[in-house]
Structure formats: structure tokens, C-alpha cells
């Protein structure tokens, strides 16, 4: 492989067309792209270019003639608003096909759904690993050139078929939004971060889109994962009826509330594959997520129930972004501008309206800026430290102890080899030791506090939203948040706080500067 010549890759080019029924230029062109990828993957090294340029130059000229390889290149369709809507309308109402069990249905009308909004490839949906005879052939025959990287790569995809690539519980956040428009209104939002995105292993770029709530049910992505996430009891809070989900409002002086899920479902698919044998839930599995083969049976067949000519496929769906403006459409598709400076303070968060993208809407822009910062998260409610009675009452820390003991020790032998006082031993090997004792001890003590100090402000915001959504459940009445008020002794201080923090509308030109004079006035005082 090493000596890899012209001859045998044109040898290799013509096996792969006299053993199979390729009948296309572009699918055999797929092959040698492969076995390029096989050279340098064993070698380490790209193949030569005038190598490379030889043999594609008689893949399309000699072999394409002799084989009467087609060139045509098959149809791209998209799928606009309006055949979204055929679609779901069809398959909610006219759809006669069967499924394994009527939670499919549910699945298949949100992943279409989910393609529409995030332009999400198959792959980061459902399980998308291939299994086709190709790819069997492509790796038969690395494994024959390199068995050493056969077996890593064996490994590797036992590896990955432990983790499950699709699309889980702990990619969704459900959550209450404070509404700009109106402050007594909460919105109740969805935020999903697609991370099994193409070329995740060599460079991960997971992005988080924001979903909301639409007045027409068919087309509310949010209420088809609700009704999933119910059927799989997955909420943590103790809701009665599905229907509270929908009814909370965000208490307190936080942004939003969080709806969480239940630790056991977090890794758990939301889209799962049907089985033969009957599971706890029904004829669905609890853990293997739903193939990629099956949902794109599933699409040809509704798109063929409903009377579309072309191959109705997951790529149509996703196609249909490129009704957005560009920049809001790079933005979804996760196309990048050539600049690097501005690929590296990508916002992990798409900053714009993807739901609003696939119909051309106006977005809703308010909730948008709330998402995209860091302002979402933020509650002033959260305690900085852990109070003194929860702290005494924490186990003792082992290193700590065992420092401690360890400069008693010190300290009884100083005080045997030595009969002045221990200031007088500062500057021995001893006194160095027991310093260094007391460093350790102070440094070890700190570091308690702080990770004490941080574990409880975790816990205290990883259960405040479950401890909100559960008052109201119980029909409880939200406790009064009272706002810190700060009081300053020196009048100029009290002056530009006021000045800062009380934004005016409706002012002059002439106010506004003498506002900002004013400020500037107080700052320098």
C-alpha cells in the first residue's frame, strides 16, 4: 500500500465496478474518495497529486464510456411552509399506514418538526450509523492493508455503540421565560443543543436553538416533546396532569424557570426504535434509539401517501431554511465565513429566530435576546456562601485531619528537643517543617470552604426551579423576593446611582446631554 501505483488503483476502481451494480459516475467517484482515505490513514501521508489526477482522469473518461456511467445528478428538492403543513396535515389526519406503536407516529412528526426548525442532519436526530454493504467492503479492505488500525477501529465503534448518537433528554432544556412584552406572562420555551453534528470527532461544534410555543398545535415542536417526555414519565416535578406544564409563570426576580427531567432519562433517546416483543411502555425499546433507516422508510412513505413526485427525504426538510436571510440562515445551518477571527467567538447559542426561519416570519426577538446571554440563568437569590451551621456540620475532611495530626506530632518533639520557646526554633530544619504543616493546613482549609461554598450554590440553583414548579403545583403563594437596597453616606454616591441606574425615556436632546454631563460630574468628584 506504501508503493501504491496507478495500476492498482485503477485495479481497485475496476473491481469495485465489475462486483457491484454501480450505474453511476458519481457513486463509483464516492469509492475512490474512500480508498484515498484508506491510503492516508495507513501512510500517514496524502496520495500524490499527479497520481491522483491520473486515475480520476481515466475514471471519467475510459471507464465512465466503457461502463455507461450516468452523470446526471439526481433532483434536490425542498420543502417549503406550505408542504411542511401538507405533510403534517396528512399524516395527523389522511395517513392510513400503520405503526409499530402510536408513539412512532408522535416521534415522526417531531423529527420532521425538529429537521424544519434546526436544519438538523438525520445523524443528530436518530441513530445514523451506516451498516451497508459499502462501507463493509471499504473496511474489509482497510483491514486487510493495516490489521493494527482494523482492530483500533474495531474498538472504536464498540466504543461509540455504548453511547448512544442521537438525540437525549440532556440536549433538551424545557423552561419558563419572562416575557419582555408583558412581565406577568411567562413563556414557556425549549432550548436543544445539537452536538453528533458531521465532523463532530475531529472538530465538536455543538449549538443551542430556542424553540417556542406556536399557536397552531400542528406545527408546536413543544407540545409533541411534552407529550413524548409524559408518555416516558420524565419530568421531575410532580405534575397532575400534563396540562401544568403549560401553566406556570416565572416567580422571584429570576428570567426563567426550568422544567427539569428526571436523572434517569437524561441519557435516555428521545426518538426510539420500534421492537417485536412487548417492553414495559409498549412495543418501543427503552435505550436504543430509533434508526435512521427505519425514519427515512417512514418519510418516503408519507411523502409518497401524500402525492409528492420526488423522493420526499430528511435533506428536503432541512433545504427549506434557505428561505431565511443568509446571515440567519449560515446561522442555523452552521455555515461558516472564511474569516477565522470570526469562527472563534462563534456564540455556542444561534443568536436569531430559527423557528421564524423556515416560514419567513418576523421573529420574536425579545425572548431571542434573552436566550442568548447570560442573563438567562442568573437568580440573585442564590446564596455566595454556605451558611456557618451547614458548614460545622460537614464531615470531617480526612487530609485535613490527618495534617493536623501530623503537625501535633511535630510540635511534641520540638517541645522535647527543645526547651525555649518555638519562636526561638524559626529558621531550624524543624520550625521550617512545622511551617510548612501550617501552610498546607491553612491552604487545605480554604479549599473546603470554597468547594463547600460552590457545591451549595450549585445545588441551591440546580433545585430552585424544581423547588418553584413544585410551590405552584401545590398551589402555595410565592414567597416575596425582596430587592437588596443599598443606602450610601455620601450624597454625591447616592446622586450617580441614581443618575446610573434609572434610565429615562422620552428625553430631549438637551436632557440627554445634560444627563450625561451630570454623570460625568459625579464620576470625577
Known amino acids: 500500500m506504501r508503493e501504491c501505483t496507478k495500476g492498482m488503483c485503477l485495479a481497485f476502481i475496476k473491481f469495485m465496478l465489475d462486483s457491484t451494480k454501480i450505474k453511476k459516475l458519481e457513486s463509483i467517484n464516492q469509492y475512490w474518495k474512500q480508498f484515498k482515505m484508506v491510503y492516508y490513514r495507513y501512510t500517514g501521508r496524502a496520495m500524490d497529486s499527479n497520481l491522483a489526477v491520473e486515475v480520476h482522469n481515466v475514471l471519467f473518461g475510459k471507464f465512465k464510456k466503457e461502463y455507461h ?7 434536490k428538492p425542498v420543502k417549503g411552509a406550505e408542504d411542511l403543513l401538507r405533510v403534517l396535515a396528512f399524516h395527523w389526519s389522511k395517513h392510513t399506514s400503520q405503526f409499530p406503536h402510536e408513539r412512532q407516529r408522535v416521534q415522526l412528526a417531531a423529527i420532521i418538526l425538529f429537521s424544519a426548525f434546526t436544519s438538523a442532519r438525520p445523524a443528530e436526530l436518530v441513530d445514523g450509523e451506516q451498516s451497508d454493504s459499502s462501507m463493509k467492503k471499504i473496511k474489509g479492505l482497510e483491514r486487510e492493508l493495516n490489521p493494527t ?14 453511547r448512544c448518537k442521537a438525540l437525549c433528554y ?19 420555551v425549549m432550548e436543544v443543543t445539537l452536538s453528533h ?12 436553538y430556542l424553540l417556542y410555543l406556536e399557536d397552531d398545535p400542528i406545527v408546536c415542536l413543544i407540545i409533541h416533546l411534552v407529550a413524548l417526555a409524559w408518555h416516558d414519565n420524565a419530568f421531575e416535578a410532580d405534575f397532575r396532569t400534563v396540562e401544568q406544564a403549560f401553566s ?5 426576580p429570576v428570567q426563567s424557570t426550568h422544567i427539569r427531567w428526571k436523572d434517569r432519562v437524561l441519557k435516555t433517546p428521545v426518538f426510539r426504535h420500534p421492537t417485536s416483543e412487548l417492553q414495559a411502555h409498549g412495543y418501543f425499546s427503552s435505550t436504543q434509539p430509533l434508526k435512521n433507516t427505519l425514519y427515512n422508510e417512514w418519510l418516503a412513505r408519507l411523502g409518497k401517501a401524500v402525492g409528492f413526485k420526488d423522493k420526499l427525504q430528511p435533506y428536503c426538510i432541512c433545504r427549506g431554511t434557505e428561505n431565511a436571510p443568509s446571515s440567519v440562515r449560515d446561522q442555523i445551518m452552521r455555515h461558516e465565513i472564511g474569516s477565522n477571527t470570526w469562527k472563534a467567538y462563534l456564540n455556542s447559542r444561534a443568536g436569531c429566530d430559527v423557528q421564524s426561519a423556515f416560514p419567513n416570519r ?8 434573552i436566550f442568548k446571554h447570560m442573563g438567562l440563568d442568573c437568580d440573585p437569590r442564590a446564596p455566595i456562601t454556605m451558611p456557618d451551621h451547614i458548614f460545622d456540620a460537614l464531615p470531617g475532611d480526612e487530609t485535613i485531619l490527618d495534617l493536623v495530626a501530623q503537625r501535633s506530632i511535630l510540635k511534641k518533639r520540638i517541645q522535647k528537643r527543645s526547651t525555649v520557646a518555638y519562636q526561638r526554633n524559626i529558621g531550624t530544619e524543624l520550625g521550617r517543617e512545622y511551617d510548612n504543616l501550617t501552610s498546607l493546613i491553612a491552604a487545605a482549609k480554604t479549599k473546603r470552604r470554597n468547594d463547600a461554598n ?3 450554590r450549585a445545588e441551591y440553583l440546580r433545585q430552585q426551579h424544581q423547588r418553584d414548579t413544585q410551590q405552584q403545583i401545590e398551589g402555595l403563594a410565592d414567597t416575596e423576593y425582596r430587592e437588596l437596597m443599598v443606602q450610601h453616606q455620601l450624597e454625591e454616591r447616592s446622586r450617580l446611582q441614581f443618575v446610573m441606574c434609572n434610565p429615562r425615556k422620552g428625553l430631549s436632546s438637551c436632557q440627554v446631554q445634560q444627563r450625561r454631563l451630570e ?7
Open 69 to 75: 456511467l450516468a452523470v446526471a445528478l439526481e433532483p
Open 149 to 162: 488500525a482494523a482492530c483500533d477501529e474495531i474498538d472504536s465503534g464498540i466504543e461509540l455503540k455504548e
Open 170 to 188: 440532556e440536549d433538551i432544556r424545557l423552561m419558563l421565560l419572562r416575557n419582555p412584552d408583558q412581565a406577568d406572562i411567562s413563556v414557556l
Open 197 to 208: 453534528h458531521k465532523g463532530v470527532e475531529r472538530r465538536p461544534k455543538p449549538v443551542s
Open 248 to 252: 406556570f409563570k416565572v416567580q422571584g
Open 362 to 369: 418576523p421573529s420574536a426577538d425579545g425572548i431571542i435576546e
Open 454 to 456: 460552590a457545591q451549595h
Open 519 to 525: 454623570a460625568v460630574n459625579l464620576l470625577t468628584q
